[in-house]
């Protein structure tokens, strides 16, 4: 699963569609967590697609990762300032890839 306690444990190594990359990031097989209050780890992410589809303010959007272990497609936290920590996207991931900072 994501570590909860990432901002502590990695570093901030990259900015993409207006939200912070956790590294390490070392592409394509490396892509570290995409966003802070949202946060998705891409190298645990396999494209289940439950976070799309049933986050209510429409905060994920695919993004390609050619060449990643896991999958080709990544879900990015891409509007991550509409969430309104109804944590459903947490429940839902099956492996557990996304952590919502609702303190
Ligand atoms: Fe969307 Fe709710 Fe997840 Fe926030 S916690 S990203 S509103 S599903
Ligand atoms: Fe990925 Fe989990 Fe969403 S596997 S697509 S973050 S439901
Ligand atoms: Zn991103």
Redesign the pocket.
């Known amino acids: 699963p994501i570590d909860p306690n990432f901002e502590e444990n990695r570093e901030l190594v990259d900015e993409?569609?207006g939200?912070d990359?956790w590294g390490p990031v070392e592409e394509p097989e490396q892509l570290g967590i995409?966003?802070t209050h949202v946060a998705v780890d891409f190298d645990i992410c396999l494209a289940d697609g439950a976070c799309l589809e049933d986050c209510p303010v429409d905060v994920f959007e695919w993004?390609d990762s050619p060449g990643h272990p896991e999958s080709e497609i990544k879900a990015?936290?891409?509007n991550e300032a509409q969430c309104i920590d109804c944590m459903l996207c947490v429940d839902v991931c099956p492996v557990d890839a996304i952590d919502v900072d609702a303190g």
């Open positions: 993409h569609n939200h990359v995409h966003g993004v990015d936290p891409a």
